[in-house]
């Protein structure tokens, strides 16, 4: 549906118009849904110290493979979109709330500087991001979410 929204509304900035960008941009935010939603499930349930510590580093890998097509779809700059944030953006963006409670709730590293030296800093300016502020709810809202989730 998303897809079919967007080319609906050609003048939208968050794709760019090339049809191969638009074609790598979609692959990627599919790539983002699909790996980051198991991941995020298979972390809030885990108890076990050594999985949580094999299951962040799982998420690290993915999200490493997304480190060399932010450079590219970016076009070196400060993000997925370049100057200003695009499709893949919000994709990734969309889940920096349930990775930093990941990241607070297991005490683990997920978006961390040294493995992922360019997506750490995207994180940082997607957050900063002024259309972006206060839309991104903070790890503890998304804790009690879940636990209220898990309750019912």
């Known amino acids: 549906m998303t897809s ?20 790598i941009a979609r692959f990627w935010a599919v790539y983002i849904d699909d790996k ?7 972390l809030r349930s885990e108890k076990e110290a050594a999985k949580v510590t094999e299951l962040a580093g799982q998420f690290r890998k993915v999200l490493g493979f997304l480190e060399e097509p932010f450079a590219e779809c970016g076009k070196g700059k400060g993000f997925f979109g370049g100057d200003a944030v ?11 709330g349930w990775i930093r ?18 997506l ?8 900063a ?4 502020k206060g ?10 979410l879940y636990a209220a989730a898990v309750a019912s």
Request: no cysteine.
């Open 4 to 23: 079919r929204v967007v080319d609906d509304y050609r003048s939208s900035s968050i794709l760019r118009a090339e049809p191969f960008d638009r074609a």
């Open 36 to 42: 980051l939603l198991a991941l995020i499930w298979a």
């Open 86 to 96: 695009g499709y893949l953006d919000i994709a990734l963006g969309s889940w920096l």
């Open 101 to 118: 409670a990941l990241e607070k709730d297991k005490s683990i590293k997920i978006l961390d500087a040294e493995e992922l030296p360019r």
């Open 120 to 127: 750490a800093e995207w994180a940082k300016r997607f957050l």
């Open 129 to 132: 991001e002024e259309s972006v």
């Open 135 to 144: 839309l991104v709810p903070e790890a503890d809202e998304y804790l009690k």
